[in-house]
């Protein structure tokens, strides 16, 4: 069983739509839950930490359902920029500080 | 912005061969991390290094593996003799301090092992 599944996508949208990303993970102990940014062979850039309470930093709003072992981020009006691989990572108390990372899912924003 | 940086940006070395690849981590930060990204797949966790020890590993980090900080501001991963399938992006990252989970990664060392 993969320990944090993403869509792998392309999801490919138009400048200004919203697009949600799901993530499930399989622990869980999961203590620790991120979204990082990841640019065609770059490294992984931390877009916002996930809360229970759930948060927003500008366009984007990461939501956890720790019943349901389950993450969201929701990107609103997207940008060109935004075009990237977004990275479903947690950090599992089992696993000490070491961050484990899904495959990710690719957007696409066209103009 | 205080960032990770890693050298070489790119290394090509034969099968068989040692390889260095250096880290300077954020000055602040007390805790130090390796991944590994082999192409096309996710990025996967290698070691973790605190108070000048390892703290944890995965069983991709065998005994070909080590890691040293051999002054206060590097943080080094040694591959003694390179395979084929160490051929990968590495990614150095650090993380301030204890109960703080947020990790930041260098820009990484392409390995290319012929």
């Known amino acids: 069983r993969k320990e944090v599944e993403q869509d792998p996508g392309p999801f490919n949208v138009p400048e200004g739509a919203t697009v949600a990303f799901n993530c499930t993970y399989s622990?869980?102990?999961?203590?620790?839950f991120f979204w990082y940014r990841q640019d065609c062979r770059k490294e992984p850039k931390l877009l916002m930490s996930?809360?229970?309470s759930g948060n927003e930093d500008g366009r984007f709003t990461a939501q956890l359902n720790r019943a349901s072992q389950y993450i969201s981020l929701l990107i609103r009006d997207s940008k060109l920029s935004d075009s990237a691989t977004y990275l479903c990572?947690?950090?599992?108390?089992?696993?000490?500080?070491?961050?484990?990372f899904g495959k990710g899912t690719t957007l696409s924003v066209s103009s | 912005e205080p960032e990770v940086t890693q050298t070489p940006s790119h290394q090509v070395t034969q099968m068989g061969q040692e390889v260095i690849l250096r880290c300077v981590p954020i000055?602040?930060?007390?805790?130090f991390y390796w991944y590994r990204q082999i192409l096309g797949q996710k990025v996967e966790f290698l070691v973790s290094f605190y108070n000048n020890e390892i703290s944890e590993k995965s069983e991709i980090f065998d005994d070909q593996f080590s890691v040293e900080r051999p002054d206060g501001s590097n943080f080094t991963l040694k591959i003694r003799s390179t395979k084929l399938e160490d051929s990968a992006m590495y990614f150095c990252?650090?993380?301030?301090?204890?109960?703080?989970?947020?990790?930041?990664f260098g820009p990484g060392t392409r390995l290319t092992v012929t």
């Open positions: 000055s602040n930060h007390l805790y």
């Open positions: 990252a650090s993380k301030g301090f204890e109960g703080s989970y947020e990790q930041y």
């Open positions: 622990n869980s102990a999961s203590q620790s």
């Open positions: 990572v947690v950090n599992m108390i089992q696993a000490g500080t070491a961050l484990i």
């Open positions: 996930v809360y229970s």
